[in-house]
């Protein structure tokens, strides 16, 4: 029994060594989780970098603000495309649009036309797959939120191009229009829809704007309904060919097989366009369409197989052109001018593919592209081609080679020149992450239609 006077009786002196063990292991293992917990953490955000790039992007980078992605069913993009067929097929245009987020194979076949490091950059690009691009870099831009409520516009990832592609030559109207109204159904459910009623939305269209537009009338069946709908009047739409009356409607190029991944490989086309010995003054490429009456595509067939000194032809109805690149690319590089006639509508691929080639297009049309890609072409048309109208040729008023035979050397590197300055703006980038050290024409479009949305706020 202790007394008051009693001496303290010490533990000994082991207990206190195992107690300090004790303590220092404890406290190494916290240390070592809250190095696991962090890296861990680092490692999750790596694995999205939509997100990530969207948590730094500040006001600088964003001036016009940032985007929300929606999140669709799949049953309205991705389970439209066709999983078992991922090359360019001539008798299936479906075929390679889901391939490489819509960019497509390497196009192999180019490697015995250019050098590696530039055959490296083209692929077999479907002409259809707009949609996918698109989608493929809004996730990735780092102007993407994922936080709707800060967002200043909303972007509707809607495959409407496959889904109603894929039953525009069938009988039944109604189909063409049953995934369209899905998706209308879907996003008006949506708060940010319902505060704007559209307005700062947009989406991209991968086929022209006359398949959306199915008439009343019951004599005009071709097409969905879709851009006649009154809930799509306020929607912001990119489109390949747009309507001339609807301002909803923004023409965007026709995706082309180069994709180049950086400035340096950019630069390197460019120089090598520039370069390139141009043997013929003109060339035509396309088939003609002997069910059209008066087909202005035969007639310029026909006079360029009686020119052999001045056009070079690629007749599609013999070669491949929608499989094989190296046909069309050779040509294209080899000839000063292109002739640029209208396609199955006004607009066609080739007149970017001619222009990324380096080569002059030569149109016979306004609306072949005077007046529908406004945001990336020069204002000044005749700055980078030449218009010759199209009833002065079929009338024998004026002739093709004539015309051209009247543009000095220096008038044809200066447009020449225009054509290769404006290439970025024309193309689609294979950019890591989603964000390239150029502008290409997905951020011209991007940039312009913030843009628009923040200025009509402002009206508003």
Known sequence: MFTANSPEKKPPKTLNFL?????????????????????????????LPAVRTSAVAGEEECPSGKVYVYDL????????LLHNCTDLNPWNW?????????????????????????????????????????HHRMLNHKCRTPEPESAAAFYIPFYAGLAVGKYLWTNDTSVRDRRCKMMLQWVQKQNHWRKSNGSDHF??????TWDFRRLTDPGKIWGSTFLNMPEMRGVTRFIIEKAPSDDRDVSVPYPTGFHPNSTE????????ARGYNRSSLFTFIGATRGWVDNDFRGLLVKYCYSEPGSCRVVDCSVTQCSTDSSAILETLLGSEFCLQPRGD??????VFDCMVAGSIPVFFWERTAYDQYQWFLPVEPESYSVFIDHEKVRNGSCTIK??????????????????IEIIPRLIYGMFNGGLGDFNDAFDVAFHGVLSRIKEEKLVV
Not at 115 to 133: A, D, G, K, M, V
Not at 403 to 415: A, D, F, H, P, Q
């Open 19 to 47: 107690q300090t063990r004790i303590c220092f292991c404890l406290f190494v293992i916290f240390f070592l989780i809250q190095i696991i917990v962090i890296f861990v953490a680092r490692s999750s955000r790596l694995c």
């Open 94 to 134: 479906q075929c390679g649009i889901g391939t490489n987020h819509g960019y497509g194979a390497r196009a192999a076949e180019l490697r015995r036309n250019l050098p590696e490091n530039l055959s490296e950059s083209w692929y077999r690009t479907n002409q259809f797959s707009l949609e996918l691009i698109f």
């Open 265 to 272: 490989t950019l630069n390197q086309w460019q120089d090598f």
């Open 345 to 350: 509508s006004f607009t066609r691929r080739s």
């Open 203 to 208: 989406t991209t269209i991968g086929r022209i």
């Open 402 to 419: 004539e015309i051209l035979m009247t543009y000095s050397k220096e008038e044809i590197r200066k447009k020449r020149e225009k054509v």
């Open 73 to 80: 069913p799949s049953t309205l993009n991705k389970d439209l």
